[in-house]
């Protein structure tokens, strides 16, 4: 590997290193892996047809991104054509993104379009280190996206800190979690690839964390690079993960990282050897600072800092003036380095304010940060001078959100301010018009702004405050009222605060909290009641949620109203929705849900025919759940002879009602009956059996490690150890009740959302153990919008062929309205109704 690290440009060295590591693995997500020495010849390629296509040396070519190979090869690709690469979020509001495509002057190419450019032969191209590779994005203070222009030589020295601080290298597999098209995920997935370590690729956004440590147990992960609000999500709830016995490192990037992140990662995902280190860097300067953390470290209290400088950046705090403080003195941080932006595209004054040339190849950066040094020679950041806030890892310019405020129609004046990593923003309406709730104003910024540009606090006024010369008053603005949430307690309540956030469009809502004091007006508590009763089938009210307006004294009315219906059920497996002549239709609910919640898609289907509706063994009555896929499909198998002895079968099923129903047309058939098409409507293929049904092994060794990881051990130590021995003993309590819990399941009556948890979980270990028994019919796959699967997986379930149908809706809203008008159409074409 030495020749291949002392390449001067990324293009020379990732080229160089792709060819040292042959057929070790370079990328792998859940679908697709690729080699070094492939993802080297396809990057080679496609970089000579890139360069082909666009003639003009220096025009950027932009590039949609997602966190699946095909992307990481066009980023690749681009980087050694010589072409500027502008690196494309899909999540981008449309106009935001159209802005970028026009002032950087970008041809867009999806990674599709790079794979289909014709061949082009001669030599890869071979550019300079100093000629520009990537421009990166991000707002301005005018609310405008402002360009970043790095050379090829910044990634070889991110490389750098990569194989120096970060210890990357030919045996590390590095879990990247950030999105390739935010620019730390751009960071994360070169620095291990130019040092030799594979990388591998998993969509939070997209596929969430549900199977994630399951898959780092698979493919064992050695580093992993997230965001600390990842990590808050991900392990703060009852069923945190246990440790990866083969991680190393954790970094965190994009925000500030606590304590407590730090404590809550060391008793969860890493082991007993494993090291945290916060990693901060900006748009300008690349890698700033690596503050290591090695078990026995102890945390300071807060916001940790964030460590000592990264190779070859000299920072230093400066005053007004310019002069040198010492430290402990707060000031600007300024960056003197070899390795930092060359300049912002198309912007010559910015570029001259921000950057100074220092002499020998050198320049001095104004970041516009405030921070200091601690008297241990570690920089402390405090904020932006220019009130930008980063959320969630992004930067935030306030004036931007502003002006998307007061874009809204009943907007007369606005102010957006930042406060402890939030925006909070005053409203001035025009009463005449409209007095919008701040769930409403929300509501409507969420159609032009990005999710993490949405102000936590809204306070609407009839006028702002301003000073005697005219100017806003920011200092009179009045304080959004006071929040302490409480975190929820119980199944219920974990059920609630969740669709709160969405309707109220807040990422917490406590337990304490008044949903009219959050903002929420009729209509968001009518959509409340609405999506509460068509998930748990139930009668509920708004005058309930105007009587019971916290989660703590809703979830009580809502058990309630769920006792009483179940109180009220048959207990059969089978639920008649729809009354019909023709050929029965079977509809097989998810796992975890009722019968009666597929009874949008029974009315909305145009066929005349009677509709069953389907749900799992024991949910409702007192029986034994069923343990695997097959054994299910046997017992609907023969309640669907009992009510059609004839067939045709008309079957479909919802989530793992999908796996069930292709299940259960393969017994029928077996035993001589006819069924038509299958409908599998969004059943997702767990990462587990995704390896098993492309025909590998699916890491039975690495699963029982994390089996046991999990379950924790018993207290062996004393003192201050035994916090933390304490709350690895109550994990493996609670795992262990839940384990209990699933053996047990529907033979104890439960809650009901505890219930209908408990056949979720066990819902989701029997599609892990799925082994089809073989399937000769044809099966048409319905596939929501964000189902990440390959399609290509159901080939192994079925030899009957697979027809791949679209529909607009996420994995739940299929089902629902508007959305389930669509999948019945669908289901209407399939069986020979209405085209």
């Known amino acids: 590997m030495t020749a291949a690290l002392d390449r001067a440009t990324t293009a020379g060295r990732w080229l160089a290193v792709a060819a040292e590591r042959g057929d070790a693995p370079a990328l792998v997500t859940p679908e697709a892996s690729v080699s070094f020495a492939e993802a080297g010849e396809r990057s080679a390629e496609r970089a000579r047809a890139v360069a082909a296509a666009v003639g003009e040396p220096g025009r950027p070519v932009a590039v949609p991104t997602e966190s699946d190979v095909e992307s990481a090869i066009a980023i690749l690709a681009v980087l050694c054509s010589g072409r500027p690469l502008v690196v494309l979020d899909p999540f981008l509001p449309t106009e935001r993104r159209d802005h970028i495509l026009r002032l950087s002057g970008a041809l867009e190419l999806s990674p599709a379009q790079i794979a289909e450019l014709p061949a082009s032969g001669g030599a890869v191209p071979d550019p300079e280190p100093d000629q520009p590779a990537v421009i990166v994005f991000t707002s301005g203070s005018t609310g405008a996206p402002k360009g970043v222009v790095h050379g090829q030589r910044s990634w070889v020295n991110q490389a750098r800190d990569g194989h120096d601080v970060l210890g990357f290298g030919p045996g590390d597999a590095a879990a990247v979690l950030l999105p390739l098209s935010f620019g730390a995920g751009l960071d994360a997935l070169l620095m291990p690839l130019l040092n030799g370590a594979g990388v591998l690729l998993w969509d939070v956004r997209r596929r969430t964390a549900a199977g994630l440590h399951d898959w780092l147990s698979l493919h064992p992960a050695t580093t992993l690079h997230c965001t600390p609000s990842l990590l808050r999500s991900w392990l703060g709830g009852p069923n945190a993960p246990g440790a990866l016995p083969e991680l190393r490192l954790a970094t965190t990037c994009g925000e500030p990282v606590y304590d407590a992140d730090v404590a809550a990662l060391r008793a969860t ?76 595209h198309g912007d010559p004054e910015r570029t001259a304010h921000r950057f100074r040339p220092a002499g020998e190849g050198r320049t001095v950066l104004r970041t516009g940060d405030l921070g200091r040094f601690d008297a241990h020679g570690e920089l402390h950041l405090l904020g932006r001078r220019d009130d930008a806030v980063k959320i969630r890892g992004y930067l935030v310019e306030p004036i931007e959100v502003e002006t998307a405020i007061r874009a809204l129609p009943w907007t007369v004046d606005a102010a957006v301010t930042a406060d402890a990593g939030r925006l909070i923003a005053h409203v001035a309406v025009d009463r005449e018009k409209w007095s919008p709730s701040p769930a409403e104003i929300r509501t409507a910024l969420g159609k032009t702004l990005a999710p993490w540009m949405i102000p936590r606090d809204v306070v609407v006024l009839a006028e ?222 767990d990462p587990i059996l995704a390896e098993r049904l492309r025909g590998r092994r699916p890491g039975v060794a690495a699963r029982w490690r994390a089996a046991l990881r999990r379950g924790g051990r018993l207290p062996d130590r004393t003192g201050e150890a035994a916090d933390d021995d304490r709350s690895r003993f109550g994990r493996w309590w609670n795992t262990l009740a839940m384990q209990v819990l699933m053996l047990t399941a529907g033979l104890v009556r439960l809650p009901a959302t505890l219930q209908w948890m408990i056949f979720f979980d066990l819902g989701t270990r029997m599609i892990r153990r799925y082994r089809p028994s073989g399937y000769a019919g044809p099966v048409t796959l319905v596939r929501a919008r964000t189902n990440p699967d390959d399609p290509g997986l159901w080939s192994a379930v079925t030899t009957g062929g697979v027809d791949v149908r679209g529909v607009a809706g996420d994995h739940h809203s299929i089902v629902r309205a508007p959305y389930v008008a669509e999948t019945a159409r669908i289901l209407d074409e399939t069986w020979g109704g209405r085209r």
Request: charged share 20%; aromatic share 4%; proline share 8%.
């Open 269 to 344: 995902l890493l082991p007993a050897d494993g090291v945290f280190c916060s990693w901060s860097g900006s748009s300008e300067a690349g890698n700033l600072a690596f503050n290591r953390f090695p078990p026995g470290r102890p945390l300071p209290a807060g916001p940790l800092p964030v460590g000592r400088p990264a190779a070859d950046k000299v920072v230093r705090i400066v005053d007004a003036d310019g002069a040198e403080v010492p430290p402990g003195v707060t000031g600007e941080v300024t960056v003197e380095s070899a390795h930092l932006a060359l300049r912002y």
């Open 464 to 685: 702002l405050p301003r000073t005697e010369r005219g100017k806003i008053d920011r200092a009179a603005l009045p304080a959004p009222a006071a929040r302490d949430p409480e975190p929820v307690r119980g199944p219920t309540e974990a059920t609630i605060g969740p669709l709160w956030c969405t309707v109220l469009g807040l990422d917490t809502v406590g337990r304490n909290e008044d949903f009219t004091e959050l903002g929420g007006d009729s209509l968001a508590a009518a959509t409340v009641i609405a999506d509460l009763e068509h998930r748990f089938q139930v009668t509920l009210s708004t005058a309930m949620l105007a009587a019971a307006p916290t989660i703590a004294e809703f979830a009580p009315l809502l058990d309630a109203a769920i006792g009483d219906r179940s109180a009220r059920s048959s207990g059969d497996d089978v639920v008649l929705l729809r009354s019909g002549e023709g050929p029965p239709i079977f509809l097989v609910a998810g796992a975890g849900s009722l019968a009666t919640s597929l009874t949008p898609l029974a009315r909305a289907l145009s066929l005349d025919a009677p509709v069953y509706g389907v749900q799992a063994h024991g949910i409702e009555s007192r029986a034994r759940a069923d343990r695997s896929i097959r054994v299910a499909a046997r017992r609907v198998a023969a309640r669907i002879g009992e009510l059609a002895p004839t067939g045709p079968y008309r079957i479909a099923g919802h989530s793992w009602g999908g796996f069930v129903a292709v299940e259960t047309a393969a017994a029928l058939t077996r035993a001589g009956g006819r069924c038509e098409s299958v409908v599998v409507l969004d059943s997702l293929v």
